[in-house]
């Protein structure tokens, strides 16, 4: 397993952006399929992106497509996940994910976890 540490959540208001990190430690994130997801209070933990451990494959869930954006740069063992146009029912805490092997979307895929970010958006 690697160790993921998420970074860049916070408060801010709807129609803002924000750029969620996920730090790699322990283990190069390179051979490593990453994924978003993200859990609100009395909900299911949702798939939100998801990216190949080249880069070159993504796939985004529908709620999401079109405002954000997954990508990674393996020299810096990190995956990115660009949040453009946020909206109040964004408002969630955002884990990232690591599998050795294809992207997923499925968390059971995933067995590599973070601890998870908060991220408020206001109205």
């Known amino acids: 397993q690697v160790q993921l540490v998420e970074s860049g959540g916070g408060l801010v208001q709807a129609g803002d952006s924000l750029r969620l990190s996920c730090a790699a430690s322990?283990?190069?994130?390179?051979?490593?399929?990453v994924a978003w997801f993200r859990q609100a209070p009395g909900s299911d933990r949702e798939f939100l992106a998801t990216?190949?451990?080249?880069?070159?494959?993504?796939f985004y869930s529908d709620s999401v497509k079109g405002r954000f954006t997954i990508s990674r740069q393996n020299v810096r063992n990190t995956v990115y996940l660009q949040m453009n146009r946020l909206k109040p029912e964004d408002t969630a805490v955002y884990y990232c994910?690591?599998?050795?092997?294809?992207?997923?979307?499925?968390?059971?895929?995933?067995?590599?976890w973070g601890q998870g970010i908060q991220v408020t958006v206001s109205s």
């Open positions: 322990g283990r190069t994130l390179s051979y490593y399929a």
């Open positions: 990216i190949s451990w080249s880069g070159e494959t993504t």
């Open positions: 994910a690591a599998r050795l092997g294809d992207a997923a979307t499925s968390a059971r895929a995933f067995d590599s």
